[in-house]
């Protein structure tokens, strides 16, 4: 069992004092309040918290000690994800596309059986069985082009089973031509995705289906192999699976308005759409670690500067076949 949920060393800790922490501590945050230290020290901190300008490793935040306390808080209050997430990201970076995936899938798994997590499901009642969509996902092609859009507005575009296994059918095009040269991601409505329909959570038979469903028949894959040719625009609100899924894209394209959540750690659980994999590949683990135990909206700008999406620009309305 972990003494502390949460441990804060200064940001030029030394390799001994880091891994002492770690033994008693879920997470390893370093605080900064001067110049930050070589990347290389950095490097081995689950996320570094600074005062000023700050490379990858870190998070530049406004006041130091007042983020440290928010993130103990929010750390505290689920501590079994925070620490699952802090070790997933520790080292799945070194792993194959596809092993990491497996081994997001298997800690997602483990947290679907932890008491966070249930105690979530308590706390959000019994939902009745979404609403299906006659067309969950539209697909327009052009030449060497294939539009798919997200069409289900009036559940925000949710990643449920509905759109999720349209939208791989839709990509199963896309791998399976070869006429089919460039792919454009995009969302019907006001927002590109809500993330997974909360009203189908905890619905799986038990932990090893979900994960077999997760790593079978999930999107994330495949989008991983056709990155380079897609490009996504976004907008509205892009949350958990709805920023994990167009990080794999060679190119995201993001309307100023844009804000970006990974709001699972509050259920007790961790990204489970593949974002431990293709967030890490875009900002690095440590400003990944930061969004997903904050919970924090990030703005477009600033998912701009992080590397997250490529370029900030006014929406194309008829692209987006907003409805």
């Not at 005062?51 to 870190?58: H, N, Q």
């Not at 994960?211 to 976004?234: D, K, N, Y």
């Not at 909206?297 to 992080?306: F, G, I, P, Y």
Request: hydrophobic letters at 45%; aromatic letters at 4%.
């Amino acid at each position: 069992m972990l003494r502390d949920p949460v441990a804060f060393v200064p940001a030029d800790a030394g390799p001994v004092e880091v891994e002492a922490a770690r033994r008693d501590a879920g997470v390893v945050v370093g605080v900064c309040r001067g110049a930050p230290p070589d990347r290389a020290v950095l490097a081995g901190l689950d996320l570094t918290l600074a005062s000023g300008p700050a490379p990858r490793e870190a998070v530049a935040v406004p006041d130091v000690d007042a983020a440290a306390e928010a993130l103990a808080a929010r750390v505290s209050a689920f501590p079994q994800a925070a620490a699952v997430l802090a070790g997933l990201l520790r080292w799945s970076g070194s792993l194959p596309v596809a092993a990491a995936l497996e081994a997001e899938s298997l800690a997602y798994s483990t947290l679907l059986g932890g008491p966070e997590f249930a105690r979530w499901l308590v706390a959000r009642g019994p939902r009745p069985e979404p609403p299906s969509a006659d067309e969950p996902v539209l697909l327009r092609r052009d030449d060497g082009g294939l539009r798919i859009t997200l069409h289900h507005p009036q559940r925000r575009n949710a990643y449920g089973r509905q759109l999720r296994d349209a939208l791989v059918d839709a990509l199963a095009v896309a791998e399976l031509d070869p006429t089919v040269e460039r792919v454009v991601l995009d969302g019907a409505g006001p927002d590109f995705c809500s993330g997974g329909d909360l009203d189908e959570f905890g619905t799986a038979a038990d932990p090893v289906t979900a994960h077999l469903v997760r790593t079978r028949a999930g999107a994330a894959a495949p989008l991983s192999r056709l990155g380079p040719r897609v490009e996504a625009r976004l907008h509205g609100s892009c949350i958990g699976a709805g920023i994990e899924l167009p990080a794999w894209a060679g190119r995201v394209v993001a309307a100023p308005g844009t804000r970006f959540v990974l709001p699972e750690l509050a259920m007790g659980l961790l990204p489970g759409a593949g974002g431990t994999v293709s967030l890490p590949r875009r900002i690095g683990r440590w400003r990944t670690l930061w969004l997903a135990l904050t919970g924090v909206a990030l703005d477009a700008a600033t998912a701009r500067e992080w590397g997250l999406v490529d370029e900030v620009a006014p929406e194309d309305v008829e692209g987006q076949q907003r409805t």
